[in-house]
DNA sequence: CGCTTGCTTGGAGTGCACTCCAAGGTTTTA
DNA sequence: TAAAACCTTGGAGTGCACTCCAAGCAAGCG
């Protein structure tokens, strides 16, 4: 039996968070396999793999029999695309800015623009979580005081 | 031709933010019409009526002929799940919260231990969007760098 | 009364972001 | 050299959170 592709994403043998990501090598020797950028990463290879179809990546070197040989280069690009993810970015946006960053240089303004609306997208998600967290602290010791006086806690919580 | 349903989150007629909720009627005499519902809430009818098959609101009341009435409590709750939404929690664990809450006042330690949970949940990824932030200002600051040395000055200032 | 608009249902469809599969070729380990 | 582990592809499948549809009943108005 086969495992092929390691779907369990507890299996990333990186349980106690940190940069520690394993071991890259220095440029030069830097043709890494699918796997090990998993490893890397966290993602699996079906997503790099998805990645490149979508034109998430610009084209991955490849080993004389057509197998991927990630670079040093490559993984930055992979770390900065997580961060994006990380903002809730819709992946459409992120290939967008990909394919500007393949047009050259000339697309400096737009890729500024698009980092700027994303900012301004993460500072009001942020403000938006701080309001959420507010109501969310006034339920929790509602629950917090039910907890001390059972009986009348319906009452209280039906007049908010 | 019939528009019914609409499905432009735009028609919101709430362009201006602001906690102008049109007009509660008193309790008492708020039964409220699915469309009214979807005035306060900007929820669709479709998302309101799914609401209620898959268990996430209590029994909606109903007028002679069928139809939904909304009461206050109804649109306290709605508001309550919204804000759960804003969270990111799935619909599935909101889900869950409902039903512990029909079950009645032996559950409010489970309640408690859930908002708890989704409360550090949401400090969590306010922490992962500053950190994200973080690297999106260095980058950003990047840009601009490279726009003033290319000639682009003027949209650098025009950002700021 | 007829017209338009609104509400009902179960079930099917959509868009996103993966996630997996089959069938085969490649690389590493014993 | 043979088995085990790893890699390839296009396309199909999954899970979530809606989103829409068809067919028909209900409500408000001139």
């Known amino acids: 039996m086969t495992v092929l ?3 369990n994403p ?5 349980d106690c968070a940190g940069p520690r990501r394993q071991d890259r090598r220095p440029d030069g020797q830097d043709r890494y396999t699918i796997s090990e950028v998993v490893v890397f990463t966290g993602l699996t290879a079906h997503t790099l793999r998805w990645y490149e179809r979508i034109g998430l990546m610009p084209h991955i070197d490849r080993s004389h029999t057509g197998q991927r040989r990630y670079s040093n280069r490559d993984l930055d690009w992979l770390d900065f695309v997580g961060k ?4 809730g970015m ?3 946006d992120m290939v967008r800015y990909a394919e500007l960053v393949r047009e050259g240089d000339h697309t400096y303004g737009e890729r500024f623009e698009l980092l700027e609306s994303t900012r301004r997208a993460v500072l009001d998600r942020i403000t938006e979580l701080q309001d959420t967290l507010a109501v969310l602290d006034r339920k929790i010791s509602f629950y917090a005081e039910a907890d001390l006086d059972a ?3 319906r009452q209280v919580e039906s007049a908010r």
Chains 1, 2 share one sequence.
């Open 84 to 87: 994006l993810r990380l903002t």
């Open 151 to 153: 009986g009348l806690a």
């Open 5 to 7: 592709e390691t779907t």
């Open 10 to 14: 507890t299996t990333n043998s990186d």
């Open 90 to 92: 819709p992946v459409a």
